[in-house]
């Protein structure tokens, strides 16, 4: 899996080739830590997607014989736990603002509220009525 | 006049040590200050010949450091055998005076008489003629002969350019095989000897030198392929090479290229232009890909329908991903044979498909 973003700050602190190596910062295109955690789920859960989903669909029916489902069941707990889905949180793009988020714009109300103020969001205007 | 000051000075001063308070400025200051311009003045025309006088002073003083020692502090520059310009003839003192004794001492032999003396007389006329600094050139050449030592015995013969370039380079190739904390005072005693003046532009022979062997193929790495290299070199070429836009256009053009940018009219399917040559029919009717692996009756096919039966329902899937879904599952299913055979479900055999019944 290639994710720039942790490899990248182990490398420079750790291997004493870099020179950069104990000092220097790593810098990021991401708010928040928090936010890179998400990323790395969100990347994580599209890469075993498809055969994540193959083996829940085998586990979730009547179809199938129990043996077959308490095999699928073993085997999708072999994932990491960063390939759910369920774990991806709903963060602000921006601020990574975990609560108060304008799903369709994927950002925080604060932050949509300053965009659309700035008439920088399509078809967005200032309620008005009565 | 001068009392009446003198007395000021001194009230000055005694209110000075009276007073609890340091003195806000030294009073001495401006006085010294009007001594200082007035002693420029006066010494300022001696005072720049006698230091002249002191550095030429210096100057001829013999060096306390050695010349060895020297060497070994401080790095000086490395003796270079000197050009030697063909026009000026040049002139070795010894020989000069060898021969003019020689002509003296043939001189008074010739005269007769005390020889000694003549010889002396001629020799210190002559000899004081050259100490002389009067004398022309003409003067002191006439009993000169010229030295053409320097051309019989011929330094080692000069080495063209392309056997110094070859010189250099296997220096730097001997040099990156060495270890690097190698003691480097054996090189440095050699450095200095092996230096040569580069060979003179009046005649180049194109043909006569040895060739440096660069175009040829070399064995070394050769067939090897370096792909992160050969990557980052693209890179970097294309990096050189192209510009960052440089109006809103450009800036388009890089994002149609990207496929970032919406052509219009907008088309929602825009990236997926050959899924509209696969016929719908391959969509739908997918049971044509569970035969020849999936049993004709059980749990099994049961399932495996159900699969294309929500395949054939999804319209965002290619009918290649959806092929691969299912071809996915008859792995899955032969990897698992033991098992399933255990249970009864996976009989090749499409007629007897003998299954338990399905809770």
């Not at chain 1, 700050?9 to 950069?20: E, L, N, Y």
């Not at chain 1, 599209?46 to 055969?51: I, V, Y």
């Not at chain 1, 108060?100 to 200032?126: C, F, P, T």
């Not at chain 2, 030429?56 to 013999?62: G, N, Q, R, T, V």
Request: hydrophobic share 35%; charged share 30%; aromatic share 8%.
């Amino acid at each position: 899996m290639n994710l720039n973003i942790s490899n990248l700050g182990k490398f420079i602190w750790k291997s004493q080739t870099v020179p950069g190596f104990g000092f220097q910062q790593v810098r990021n295109k991401w708010a928040n830590w928090l936010m890179i955690r998400d990323v790395k789920r969100r990347r994580m859960s599209a890469e075993h997607f498809l055969e994540r989903t193959r083996i829940n669909a085998l586990r979730k029916n009547n179809v199938l014989p129990p043996e077959i489902r308490e095999l699928a069941d073993k085997e999708i707990n072999k994932f990491e736990l960063n390939a759910t889905p369920m774990r991806i949180n709903n963060r602000c793009v921006i601020t990574s603002r975990p609560r108060g988020i304008v799903k369709e714009w994927r950002m925080s109300r604060i932050v949509w509220r300053h965009l659309a103020d700035y008439n920088k969001l399509s078809g967005v205007q200032r309620a008005m009525w009565g | 006049m001068l009392s009446r000051l003198r007395i000021r000075r001194d009230i000055k001063f005694f209110v000075r040590c009276l007073s609890d308070k340091p003195p806000e400025h030294d009073a001495k200051m401006p006085e010294v200050k009007a001594k200082d311009p007035k002693d420029e003045k006066k010494d300022g025309a001696e005072s720049s010949t006698e230091k002249i006088q002191a550095l030429l002073k210096l100057m001829m003083a013999e060096p306390q450091i050695s010349d060895s020692e020297y060497r070994e502090r401080f790095t000086t520059a490395p003796e270079r055998p000197k050009k030697q310009k063909p026009d000026v003839i040049e002139v070795k003192m010894e020989k000069i005076e060898e021969n003019i004794t020689k002509a003296a001492t043939e001189v008074a032999q010739a005269i007769g008489g005390n020889v000694k003396q003549t010889e002396a007389e001629l020799l210190s006329r002559v000899l004081g003629k050259i100490n002389q600094t009067t004398t022309t050139l003409s003067d002191l050449i006439v009993g000169m002969k010229v030295d053409r030592s320097r051309d019989a015995e011929e330094t080692a013969p000069r080495e063209t350019r392309g056997q110094q370039v070859k010189r250099l380079t296997e220096k730097a190739r001997t040099v990156t095989q060495r270890p690097r904390y190698s003691p480097r005072q054996q090189t440095e005693e050699q450095m200095p000897k092996q230096r040569k003046s580069l060979a003179q532009a009046n005649t180049i022979d194109i043909f006569s030198g040895e060739p440096l062997g660069i175009f040829k193929p070399q064995q070394v790495n050769y067939g090897t392929k370096l792909d992160v290299w050969e990557q980052l070199n693209q890179r970097e070429l294309m990096l050189a090479t192209s510009q960052p836009p440089a109006n809103y256009f450009q800036k388009m053009i890089v994002w149609t290229e990207q496929g970032k940018v919406w052509k219009f009219p907008i088309d929602n399917e825009q990236g997926m232009e050959e899924e509209q040559n696969v016929h719908f029919s391959e969509h739908i009717f997918i049971d044509s890909h569970l035969e020849g692996w999936c049993p004709t009756k059980g749990p099994i096919r049961h399932f495996m329908e159900l699969v294309c039966v929500g395949l054939s329902k999804n319209a965002f899937y290619t009918a290649k991903e959806k092929f691969d879904h299912i071809m996915w599952y008859k792995e899955y299913f032969e990897s698992k044979q033991d098992v399933l055979k255990e249970i009864g479900v996976w009989e090749l055999k499409p007629t007897s498909g003998t299954s338990e019944a399905t809770t």
